[in-house]
């Protein structure tokens, strides 16, 4: 069965994502799936005029009609912006095309007419000043998909899978919301995410603690001991291959990433500073546990490089390919 295209949304225009998506489409030759963004037609073309980038922008009724004409023109299914922006000057009125970008892919791609969503950034800031009240793209996908609370975040790179157990929350509030069962659920959603979208038939699982050393055996703090390795303990008697809880320093050199598929981490930058350390130009954020493939670029809207021509698009293709990589996967009989 062929792959339908994937449907890229628009991110924060006043961002780097515009200038991402035409320079990821000069590049559809270096082995991208067919796309096509949901955004604005002209704010696209402008956008390629003032790069100097020679990209035709078409503009599609039809999600289906994608296929054909992505080997000539990125196609466009508008989603006009509110009002005109300038890169690097966001305007929170146009958060209201930002987040209908969004929930079009997801209907797509429920209806499968697209193979996965790809989410350019967004930039929280704006978009709570246009209304948008939740904590980031994850939330709010779980929310249109009616999965709110069962949405877990990987960031993922060549070298490194790392998976945070609380996500975008202060650091105060992680080591208060951790729980035993939280722990279990992410840990469950990872081995289960690793083998169906991954292939990985026997997923390895390294816990981290969450103090420093792990605890050292509570000298240090008693969540490794109350909290983490009984989870660990039940992962394992699920029939999962999970070690821990690992201190947390010692885990992500290269003798240690080799011996686990993925890392749970008990917050979000234990988790992403190692990832983006070792792979900032190529990290890839996915959102598991949901009926849809959705991935992202893992970095921002970068305002300061917004119109310039300077931004990388490695992390977008990647993100692009993962997502076309994952649903061939989950095409495949399980």
């Known amino acids: 069965m062929a792959l339908a295209p994937v449907a890229l949304s628009m991110g924060e225009p006043a961002g780097i994502g515009g200038e991402l998506t035409l320079k990821a489409w000069l590049r559809r030759a270096e082995g991208m799936p067919a796309f096509f963004a949901i955004d604005d037609p002209a704010r696209l073309t402008a956008l390629a005029t003032h790069l100097g980038l020679a990209v035709p922008v078409t503009t599609i009724t039809h999600a289906a009609e994608a296929a054909a004409v992505f080997p000539n023109a990125l196609p466009v299914l508008a989603q006009p912006l509110v009002t005109p922006v300038e890169p690097g000057r966001p305007a929170p009125a146009n958060v209201a095309s930002v987040r209908a970008s969004i ?27 246009g209304g948008f009240r939740f904590p980031g793209h994850t939330e709010f996908l779980a929310h249109l998909l009616g999965l709110a609370g069962d949405e877990v975040m990987m960031l993922a790179c060549p070298s490194l899978k790392v998976v945070p157990v609380t996500i975008h929350v202060a650091l105060a ?47 240090m703090g008693c969540e490794e001991i109350h909290m983490i390795a009984p989870a660990v303990a039940e992962l394992r008697a699920a029939g999962i291959d999970a070690v821990g809880p690992l201190p947390p320093d010692t885990m992500f050199h290269g003798a240690a990433r080799a011996r686990y598929d993925a890392a749970l981490c008990m917050y979000h930058d234990q988790a992403l500073i190692p990832l983006k350390t070792l792979g900032f130009d190529e990290g890839v954020n996915i959102t598991l546990g949901l009926p849809i493939v959705r991935t992202s670029p893992d970095h921002g809207t970068a305002f300061q490089l917004a119109g310039t021509g300077t931004a990388s698009e490695t992390s977008l293709m990647a993100a692009l390919s993962m997502a076309a990589h994952i649903a061939r996967n989950r095409m495949m009989p399980q």
Do not use: C, W
């Open 173 to 219: 509030e992680a080591v208060r919301s951790l729980t035993h069962a939280r722990i279990v659920a992410t840990g469950l959603a990872t081995a289960h995410a690793l083998r169906v979208d991954f292939g990985i038939a026997r997923p390895r699982l390294a816990v981290a603690g969450l103090n420093p050393h792990a605890g050292e055996d509570g000298a």
């Open 103 to 129: 929930a079009r892919a997801v209907e797509l791609a429920q209806s499968g007419t697209a193979s996965a969503i790809v989410t350019n950034p967004i930039h929280k800031g704006v978009m709570y000043q």
